[in-house]
T-cell receptor, first 113, second 112 residues
């Protein structure tokens, strides 16, 4: 059974720091991995999607990497800002015929001025 | 930009009431999903649909039901709400062959 774990569970940093959020999954047979942002009490905003054949994706200050064989993905946030404060979720899409996303519990990030 | 909408955003309702949570998308996506998220916990899939008249149960057992009469619409119904149904419900959709899932803003349900 696929399990997704995110470390750390919470992170509080001063503005300007570069951050690394970690996501690990137990079954490497994934179709893709997606990083989301969730603001308190709100839905999910898709940040980056990495196909299983890809190693990384970049969008602005965000860079996500994928090492499928070791079951790990990292989300790198450069020059963090208070507006980056949110919960960051990773989700893997299984490699079988299902379209299900399996989510981690998230990393709650707070960036203070 | 994703065009998927959920209503209501917040709902507080008494035990025993029937409720329907609405989810609509204007992207013509065939695949739609309902996830449930308790505070501080991960999202769990409770229902999904691959197209009109197609509905399946997800990994997490739920007393809710869904219907898919139109492509753009995927409502979730609770016939008799209970406090244990208090949670956030998130709707998502994905186009056929497309890798990325898009989520709505969620409905935060409180049953008192």
């Amino acid at each position: 059974k696929q399990e997704v774990t995110q470390i750390p569970a919470a992170l509080s940093v001063p503005e300007g720091e570069n951050l690394v959020l970690n996501c690990s999954f137990t079954d490497s047979a994934i179709y893709n991995l997606q990083w989301f942002r969730q603001d308190p009490g709100k839905g999910l905003t898709s940040l980056l999607l990495i196909q299983s054949s890809q190693r990384e994706q970049t969008s602005g200050r965000l860079n996500a990497s994928l090492d499928k064989s070791s079951g790990r993905s990292t989300l790198y946030i450069a020059a963090s800002q208070p507006g980056d404060s949110a919960t960051y979720l990773c989700a893997v899409r299984l490699g079988d015929n299902t379209d299900k996303l399996i989510f981690g519990t998230g990393t709650r990030l707070q960036v203070f001025p | 930009e994703a065009d998927i909408y959920q209503t209501p955003r917040y709902l507080v309702i008494g035990t025993g009431k029937k409720i329907t949570l609405e989810c609509s998308q204007t992207m013509g996506h065939d695949k739609m999903y309902w996830y449930q998220q308790d505070p501080g916990m991960e999202l769990h899939l409770i229902h999904y649909s691959y197209g009109v008249n197609s509905t399946e149960k997800g990994d997490l057992s739920s007393e809710s039901t869904v219907s898919r009469i139109r492509t753009e619409h995927f409502p979730l119904t609770l016939e008799s709400a209970r406090p244990s149904h208090t949670s956030q419900y998130l709707c998502a959709s994905r186009g056929a062959g497309a890798p990325e899932a898009f989520f709505g803003q969620g409905t935060r349900l409180t049953v008192v």
